[in-house]
């Protein structure tokens, strides 16, 4: 069974760098046969896929062009768990963030960690 | 600005048959766009319903079921049961990497 658990701050100040880590049990950052995703949940902007690493001999990263120009999303393959940091926050990214795994066939999310709420205000 | 456009609301009698859509307000959807479908109660993360337009995930029950009809993805639920009562959001595969989600559809079982 996989299992995802996040962890990082709830309160991030204006202008400043929100991260958040998601550690993986039950499967492997580094498995060719998934994708490794951050989608957020806020009540003006619903549910919206941020971003996506993933390995194919080589890693590989897809980011929504909404958040594409502040955006980082990297694999720690010697702790099979990944991170999400998103530059420049303004209290729009306020939001449940969520770490979720994809299928790469179906193009689906099968997975999802339990969410995390991230407050930006100062 | 491509968007996936579904019902803001929906209500079922119990025992009854609902069918929820979901669109692009750019064309028409296929099993191209690989829709999946998910269900969301207050406070608690998306549960994976349906994937690649009709598969459903482990452990859904078979009152469930996905579909293609005209141009839009679709959700069907035969026999709604009162704990169906949720928020139910699809996803599009729109190339290059990128999902998008629906706004999302309020269902009301009474």
């Known amino acids: 069974q996989v299992q995802l658990q996040q962890s990082g701050p709830g309160l991030v100040r204006p202008s400043q760098t929100l991260s958040l880590t998601c550690a993986i049990s039950?499967?492997?950052?580094?498995?060719?046969?998934?994708?490794w995703n951050w989608i957020r949940q806020s009540p003006s902007r619903g549910l919206e896929w941020l971003g996506r690493t993933y390995y194919r001999s080589k890693w590989y990263n897809d980011f929504a062009l909404s958040v594409k120009s502040r955006i980082a999303i990297k694999p720690d393959t010697s702790k099979s768990q990944f991170s999400l940091q998103l530059n420049s926050v303004t209290p729009e990214d306020t939001a449940v963030y969520y770490c979720?795994?994809?299928?790469?066939?179906?193009?689906?999310?099968?997975?999802w960690g339990q969410g995390a709420l991230v407050t930006v205000s100062s | 600005q491509t968007l996936v456009t579904q019902e803001p609301s929906f209500s079922v009698s119990p025992g009854g048959t609902v069918t929820l859509t979901c669109g692009l307000n750019s064309g028409s959807v296929s099993t191209t766009e690989h829709p999946s479908w998910y269900q969301q109660n207050p406070g608690r993360a998306p549960r994976t319903l349906i994937y690649n337009t009709n598969s459903r995930s482990s452990g859904v029950p078979d009152r469930f079921s996905g579909s293609i009809l005209g141009n839009k993805a679709a959700l069907t639920i035969t026999g709604a049961q009162a704990d169906d009562e949720s928020e139910y959001y699809c996803v599009l595969y729109l190339g290059r990497g990128i999902s998008v989600f629906g706004g999302g559809t309020k269902l009301t079982v009474l």
């Open positions: 039950g499967d492997n950052v580094s498995s060719d046969d998934a994708t």
């Open positions: 979720v795994r994809g299928r790469p066939g179906s193009l689906h999310f099968d997975y």
